[in-house]
């Protein structure tokens, strides 16, 4: 007899699980814990298979029988449901982890350490504000390069071009190591060559004659406010660091009797150990400015930082 809502609904669990016969292989099996779940009996390649067709009410008899007859088309066209089932999780489980954002954060894991801090989360901020949102749950080998350019067009439009160039270049990045490891057959950035308008360039204010250069240093000599950053400007013609790297400057790095300044690899951009020889200038001047900031945090905290400001 085929089942109606009616039996269905008012099936009860019982010391044993049993099932509710309803046609074509269709049952509702009732367990002992008043669970329902709707299961299809077929043949295939000789042997009897079970499939799961989801549970009770939240698939409905209809529901059920629908799918059902959707199974058995599958079976009839040569297709095991059960197998074709297995396969599309598989492939979900695949474009999960081959997904471009899961493969742009597997790259940033392994090359950020190589990093500066400060460029890495640069890149992880532009992936995730401007790439993520629009590509990052797409395969990252069905990206497509006019696809990869609507992204970057957005970035573009704000007026952002020099953000969307370099956003373009992690993404090739990105997609190269998704080709080496396997989950991309190209890296279809490279056809965007010319697609975007060229950075303006810009040149920062600088000083090459030799006099107006003159002029400059004495000027930083006769500075008359903070010892502290007077010494900063003293010592920045006389080490040729970047002013980052000149203000985070500790002690414990600075040898004054080997005249040596060492600045330990993970403040350099490069990752690298950056070895300074230090002139009898500088010397002179680290000299006088050791006594103000030995042992100086701020909030009366000690520390080994010079703390230079300028």
Known sequence: MALTDIICRSAKAQPKEYKLTDASGLHLLVSTNGCKGWRLRYRFGGKEQMLSLGTYPEIGLKDARNRRDEARKLIANGINPSAKR???????????TDSFESI???????????WATSHGEKIIRRLERDVFPWIGARPARSITAPELLAVLRRIESRGA???AHRA????????RYAVATGRAE???SGDLKGALPPIRQTHHASITEPERIGALLRSMDAYQGSMVTRCALLLAP???????ELRRAEWAEIDLDGAEWRIPAEKMKSRVLHV???SEQAIAVLRELQPL?????????????CRVRH
Not at 86 to 96: F, Y
Not at 168 to 175: F, M, P
Not at 238 to 244: A, E, K, M, N
């Open 161 to 163: 071009v020099e953000t």
């Open 104 to 114: 742009a954060r597997e790259w940033y894991a392994k090359y950020s350490p190589q």
């Open 186 to 188: 190209r890296d279809p």
């Open 86 to 96: 297995q396969q599309e999780k598989r492939q979900m489980t695949e474009a999960g």
């Open 168 to 175: 373009g270049q992690n993404c090739g990045q990105v997609l």
């Open 276 to 278: 300074v020889p230090l």
């Open 238 to 244: 006389l080490v040729f660091v970047r002013p980052g």
């Open 293 to 305: 900031t030995e042992g100086w945090q701020g909030n009366d905290k000690k520390t080994t930082k």
